[in-house]
């Protein structure tokens, strides 16, 4: 019991000691995993999907969708750095190495590693009309890279293995099957119960960052609602909400729609 007792106390002073905020929207988050640790990690996947990209001749063809998905890109990417800077977070910019790339995928998704490395899929460029649209898939994916959420997800875990050693510390007296069972519960707990919420808190997060960093760029944030009801509209999966790592495209929709009006009013120009 000692030391089970003096897990938890090194668990909770490490927690509370590891707290940072969020740009834009202020939210505290846990932060347990350098800068350097995940810049280095995101950066070795990175080049490994784009070398194999290039390989197997992954990378699109369409010179003008790849020239807009760039266009697009170094203008929220701009606007990223000035926020930044007006805010006093110049320190931050350091981590970004911006890329943007377009690859040959039916896939309707888009996705941003930590350091600024984005990668669009052709897929998700059919419902592209203009480069308001545009910025709204690129926003919300730089907006993720400046909210660090990789660094959390990784926290998260970090915590959700030294919850699951306390645990077992105090049913260490226990039967097997009393604790094969607790751990069961304890990891559907932590899945649905904090990785997945977690998970579409970020999602919502970096659409509302989204909505202030492509304004910021001069795109027209209004489009981030017919955007996703055209996704809502090609959508053919559907999954209880409470197991989805995303927002439902509805409850999406409802935000953006709440957060449009305040999001124009403060950084419109």
């Known amino acids: 019991m000692k ?9 909770v002073t490490l927690l509370l000691s590891s707290c940072s905020s969020v740009p834009i929207t202020g939210r505290k988050q846990l932060n347990l995993v350098s800068d350097e640790t995940v810049l280095q990690s995101s950066l070795a996947s990175y080049n490994s999907f784009m070398t194999s990209a290039k390989q197997s001749n992954q990378i699109s063809t369409d010179k003008t969708k790849s ?18 800077r ?6 931050e910019i350091k981590n970004f190495a911006w890329e943007f790339n377009l690859v040959k995928s039916n896939e309707m998704n ?9 990668v669009v899929y052709e897929g998700i460029m059919k419902i592209v009309s203009s480069d308001d649209d545009l910025a709204v898939v690129l926003g919300h994916e730089v907006a993720h890279a400046v909210a ?3 660094n959390e997800r990784m926290s998260q875990q970090v915590a959700a293995q030294a ?17 094969a069972m607790a751990q069961q519960v304890y990891g559907l707990g932590a899945q649905y119960g904090v990785m997945q919420p977690f998970s579409r808190k970020h999602e919502s997060e970096a659409d509302k960052m989204g909505l202030v960093l492509m304004t910021i760029a001069g795109y027209n944030p209004q489009n981030a609602i017919t955007f996703w009801q055209k996704m809502n509209a090609n959508s053919q999966t559907r999954i209880p909400e409470f197991m989805s790592s995303h927002p439902s495209h509805e409850t999406r929709i409802n935000d953006l729609t709440k957060w449009v009006p305040e999001v124009k009013k403060q950084y419109g120009k």
Do not use: F
């Open 3 to 11: 030391k089970t007792t003096t897990l938890l106390i090194l668990a």
């Open 67 to 84: 020239a807009q998905v760039v266009r697009v890109g170094q203008k929220i990417a701009a606007a990223t750095e000035a926020y930044l």
């Open 86 to 91: 007006a805010t006093g977070m110049e320190s």
């Open 110 to 118: 888009a996705w941003c590693m930590p350091g600024g490395k984005i």
């Open 148 to 150: 660090k959420h990789a």
């Open 163 to 179: 919850g699951a050693q306390v645990l077992a510390g105090v049913l260490s007296g226990q039967s097997y099957q009393t604790q």
